[in-house]
Protein backbone atom coordinates (compact mmCIF):
# COMPACT_ATOMS: atom_id res chain seq x y z
CA UNK A 1 0.00 0.00 0.00
CA UNK A 2 1.38 3.05 -1.10
CA UNK A 3 1.84 6.00 1.85
CA UNK A 4 -0.83 8.12 0.45
CA UNK A 5 -4.08 5.74 0.92
CA UNK A 6 -2.27 4.95 3.89
CA UNK A 7 -5.14 5.26 6.77
CA UNK A 8 -3.39 8.18 9.36
CA UNK A 9 -4.12 7.04 12.50
CA UNK A 10 -3.52 8.98 15.66
CA UNK A 11 -3.15 7.42 19.04
CA UNK A 12 -2.80 10.26 22.12
CA UNK A 13 -2.10 9.02 25.76
CA UNK A 14 -2.89 11.38 28.57
CA UNK A 15 -2.84 9.22 31.71
CA UNK A 16 0.01 7.91 33.75
CA UNK A 17 0.89 4.40 33.79
CA UNK A 18 -0.02 1.82 36.19
CA UNK A 19 -2.98 3.24 37.73
CA UNK A 20 -5.02 2.24 35.43
CA UNK A 21 -5.15 0.07 32.54
CA UNK A 22 -5.53 2.79 29.91
CA UNK A 23 -1.48 3.20 28.66
CA UNK A 24 -1.17 -0.79 28.52
CA UNK A 25 -4.60 -1.49 26.43
CA UNK A 26 -3.50 1.77 23.80
CA UNK A 27 -0.02 0.05 23.53
CA UNK A 28 -2.03 -3.14 22.35
CA UNK A 29 -4.39 -1.59 20.28
CA UNK A 30 -1.25 0.11 18.69
CA UNK A 31 0.07 -2.64 17.89
CA UNK A 32 -3.03 -4.34 16.20
CA UNK A 33 -3.28 -1.22 14.00
CA UNK A 34 0.04 -1.47 13.32
CA UNK A 35 -0.35 -5.21 12.03
CA UNK A 36 -2.79 -3.53 9.35
CA UNK A 37 -0.19 -1.40 7.57
CA UNK A 38 -1.54 1.75 8.48
CA UNK A 39 -0.06 5.26 8.88
CA UNK A 40 0.65 5.29 12.98
CA UNK A 41 1.25 8.43 15.25
CA UNK A 42 1.46 8.32 19.06
CA UNK A 43 1.67 11.32 20.96
CA UNK A 44 1.77 11.59 24.48
CA UNK A 45 0.86 14.34 26.96
CA UNK A 46 -0.15 15.38 30.28
CA UNK A 47 0.20 12.64 32.53
CA UNK A 48 0.71 10.34 29.57
CA UNK A 49 4.33 11.37 29.41
CA UNK A 50 4.86 9.54 32.44
CA UNK A 51 4.65 6.28 30.79
CA UNK A 52 7.87 7.09 28.60
CA UNK A 53 10.20 7.26 31.31
CA UNK A 54 12.98 4.73 31.64
CA UNK A 55 13.63 2.44 34.33
CA UNK A 56 10.24 1.45 34.89
CA UNK A 57 10.46 -1.66 37.67
CA UNK A 58 6.73 -3.30 37.58
CA UNK A 59 7.82 -6.00 39.78
CA UNK A 60 6.67 -5.54 43.09
CA UNK A 61 3.57 -4.50 41.70
CA UNK A 62 2.98 -8.06 40.22
CA UNK A 63 2.46 -6.62 36.58
CA UNK A 64 4.35 -7.51 33.13
CA UNK A 65 5.09 -4.05 32.63
CA UNK A 66 5.62 -2.36 29.02
CA UNK A 67 9.09 -0.93 28.64
CA UNK A 68 10.33 -3.82 26.88
CA UNK A 69 7.01 -3.65 24.46
CA UNK A 70 7.95 -0.14 24.00
CA UNK A 71 11.35 -1.07 23.13
CA UNK A 72 10.67 -2.97 19.96
CA UNK A 73 7.75 -0.08 18.61
CA UNK A 74 9.90 0.85 15.84
CA UNK A 75 10.17 -2.58 14.72
CA UNK A 76 6.61 -3.19 14.76
CA UNK A 77 6.85 0.31 11.85
CA UNK A 78 5.19 2.61 14.39
CA UNK A 79 8.22 5.33 14.45
CA UNK A 80 6.43 8.89 14.44
CA UNK A 81 6.72 8.88 18.64
CA UNK A 82 6.24 12.42 20.07
CA UNK A 83 5.73 13.58 23.40
CA UNK A 84 4.39 17.15 24.45
CA UNK A 85 7.58 18.96 25.40
CA UNK A 86 5.02 21.55 28.10
CA UNK A 87 3.89 18.54 29.42
CA UNK A 88 7.50 16.83 30.28
CA UNK A 89 8.99 20.57 31.25
CA UNK A 90 5.79 20.76 33.45
CA UNK A 91 6.94 17.45 35.22
CA UNK A 92 10.89 17.91 35.38
CA UNK A 93 11.54 15.91 32.54
CA UNK A 94 14.25 16.03 30.00
CA UNK A 95 15.23 14.32 26.74
CA UNK A 96 17.22 12.11 28.48
CA UNK A 97 14.35 10.46 31.38
CA UNK A 98 12.92 9.20 27.78
CA UNK A 99 13.19 5.45 27.04
CA UNK A 100 14.08 3.65 23.78
CA UNK A 101 11.89 2.80 21.45
CA UNK A 102 13.90 1.22 19.02
CA UNK A 103 17.38 1.87 17.33
CA UNK A 104 18.65 2.80 13.70
CA UNK A 105 18.93 0.11 11.34
CA UNK A 106 21.75 1.27 9.79
CA UNK A 107 23.66 3.17 12.94
CA UNK A 108 22.32 0.99 15.86
CA UNK A 109 21.93 3.92 17.90
CA UNK A 110 18.74 3.70 20.01
CA UNK A 111 16.13 5.92 18.79
CA UNK A 112 13.82 7.81 21.07
CA UNK A 113 10.43 9.57 21.71
CA UNK A 114 10.27 13.14 19.75
CA UNK A 115 9.76 16.04 21.96
CA UNK A 116 7.64 18.83 19.80
CA UNK A 117 5.44 21.74 20.82
CA UNK A 118 1.53 21.59 21.21
CA UNK A 119 1.51 23.88 17.60
CA UNK A 120 3.16 21.25 15.89
CA UNK A 121 0.89 18.18 17.79
CA UNK A 122 -1.90 20.14 16.32
CA UNK A 123 -0.77 20.42 12.96
CA UNK A 124 -0.59 16.51 12.98
CA UNK A 125 -3.54 16.17 14.44
CA UNK A 126 -5.80 17.88 11.43
CA UNK A 127 -4.13 15.37 9.01
CA UNK A 128 -5.07 12.66 10.45
CA UNK A 129 -7.95 10.00 9.53
CA UNK A 130 -8.72 9.47 12.76
CA UNK A 131 -7.81 10.06 16.52
CA UNK A 132 -8.05 7.77 19.18
CA UNK A 133 -7.27 8.75 23.12
CA UNK A 134 -6.54 6.69 25.64
CA UNK B 1 -11.41 19.73 14.33
CA UNK B 2 -13.41 19.24 17.12
CA UNK B 3 -12.12 18.48 19.96
CA UNK B 4 -14.68 17.04 23.03
CA UNK B 5 -14.28 17.64 26.60
CA UNK B 6 -16.67 15.69 29.49
CA UNK B 7 -14.21 16.59 32.24
CA UNK B 8 -15.39 19.44 35.01
CA UNK B 9 -12.32 22.17 34.81
CA UNK B 10 -12.54 22.41 38.51
CA UNK B 11 -11.19 18.76 38.89
CA UNK B 12 -9.21 17.96 35.77
CA UNK B 13 -6.89 19.81 33.69
CA UNK B 14 -8.66 17.93 29.86
CA UNK B 15 -10.18 21.83 29.52
CA UNK B 16 -6.45 23.27 29.80
CA UNK B 17 -5.05 20.69 27.85
CA UNK B 18 -7.34 20.85 24.99
CA UNK B 19 -6.93 24.12 24.75
CA UNK B 20 -3.46 24.66 24.04
CA UNK B 21 -4.00 21.78 21.24
CA UNK B 22 -7.05 23.80 19.69
CA UNK B 23 -5.86 26.15 16.64
CA UNK B 24 -8.23 28.67 15.32
CA UNK B 25 -10.53 28.03 12.79
CA UNK B 26 -11.34 24.33 15.41
CA UNK B 27 -13.96 23.89 17.33
CA UNK B 28 -14.63 22.18 20.74
CA UNK B 29 -18.15 20.97 22.47
CA UNK B 30 -18.41 20.70 26.03
CA UNK B 31 -20.61 17.83 27.13
CA UNK B 32 -21.27 15.90 30.33
CA UNK B 33 -19.12 17.24 33.06
CA UNK B 34 -17.52 19.26 30.78
CA UNK B 35 -20.23 21.75 30.58
CA UNK B 36 -19.24 23.71 33.55
CA UNK B 37 -16.29 24.75 31.78
CA UNK B 38 -19.08 27.06 29.73
CA UNK B 39 -20.88 28.99 32.71
CA UNK B 40 -19.63 32.49 33.08
CA UNK B 41 -18.12 33.87 36.11
CA UNK B 42 -16.53 31.12 37.71
CA UNK B 43 -12.84 30.86 38.58
CA UNK B 44 -12.63 28.72 35.30
CA UNK B 45 -14.50 30.77 32.95
CA UNK B 46 -10.99 32.77 31.48
CA UNK B 47 -10.38 29.14 29.42
CA UNK B 48 -13.42 29.22 27.33
CA UNK B 49 -13.20 33.21 27.09
CA UNK B 50 -9.77 32.73 26.26
CA UNK B 51 -10.45 30.20 23.47
CA UNK B 52 -13.12 32.30 22.04
CA UNK B 53 -10.90 35.35 21.83
CA UNK B 54 -8.55 32.84 19.69
CA UNK B 55 -11.28 32.27 17.18
CA UNK B 56 -12.15 28.50 18.57
CA UNK B 57 -16.18 27.87 18.45
CA UNK B 58 -17.05 26.86 21.55
CA UNK B 59 -19.89 24.61 21.96
CA UNK B 60 -22.05 23.33 25.33
CA UNK B 61 -24.75 20.22 25.12
CA UNK B 62 -27.64 21.99 26.46
CA UNK B 63 -29.28 18.75 27.74
CA UNK B 64 -26.19 18.50 30.05
CA UNK B 65 -26.58 22.43 30.96
CA UNK B 66 -30.64 21.89 31.77
CA UNK B 67 -29.45 19.04 33.95
CA UNK B 68 -26.95 20.97 35.75
CA UNK B 69 -29.26 23.77 36.08
CA UNK B 70 -26.77 25.70 34.30
CA UNK B 71 -28.03 29.08 32.81
CA UNK B 72 -25.11 31.75 32.98
CA UNK B 73 -23.07 30.34 29.73
CA UNK B 74 -20.27 32.62 29.03
CA UNK B 75 -21.07 34.87 25.99
CA UNK B 76 -20.02 33.15 22.58
CA UNK B 77 -21.08 29.81 23.51
CA UNK B 78 -23.05 28.60 21.72
CA UNK B 79 -25.77 26.09 22.88
CA UNK B 80 -26.46 22.80 20.65
CA UNK B 81 -28.91 20.06 21.04
CA UNK B 82 -27.72 15.96 20.08
CA UNK B 83 -28.91 16.59 16.12
CA UNK B 84 -25.91 19.25 16.54
CA UNK B 85 -23.88 17.04 18.01
CA UNK B 86 -24.22 14.92 15.45
CA UNK B 87 -23.40 17.16 12.67
CA UNK B 88 -20.32 18.64 14.35
CA UNK B 89 -18.49 15.06 14.23
CA UNK B 90 -19.92 14.14 10.92
CA UNK B 91 -17.88 17.69 9.97
CA UNK B 92 -14.74 17.55 12.12
CA UNK B 93 -12.07 15.09 13.09
CA UNK B 94 -12.43 14.44 16.68
CA UNK B 95 -10.24 14.05 19.53
CA UNK B 96 -11.97 13.78 22.35
CA UNK B 97 -9.94 15.00 25.62
CA UNK B 98 -11.03 11.85 28.33
Known amino acids: MSEESKKKIMF ?7 GSIYVYEGLEVK ?11 VVFMDDGV ?7 DTKELGIKGFEATYGVLVDYEIQKVFVDRQSMEARGLTEEDLLVIGEDEDTEEPIRPKMVDASEIASMMAEQHNILSF | MLHTVNKSPFQNTALESCLRFTQSGDCILLL ?3 VYGAVSGTAQSALVEGALAKK ?12 RALKETIKGV ?21
Do not use: C
Open chain 1, 12 to 18: TVRKPPH
Open chain 2, 32 to 34: EDG
Open chain 1, 31 to 41: LIMAAYDADIS
Open chain 2, 78 to 98: EITDYAGFVDLVAANRVHSWL
Open chain 2, 56 to 67: VKVYALGADMKA
Open chain 1, 50 to 56: YALKAGQ
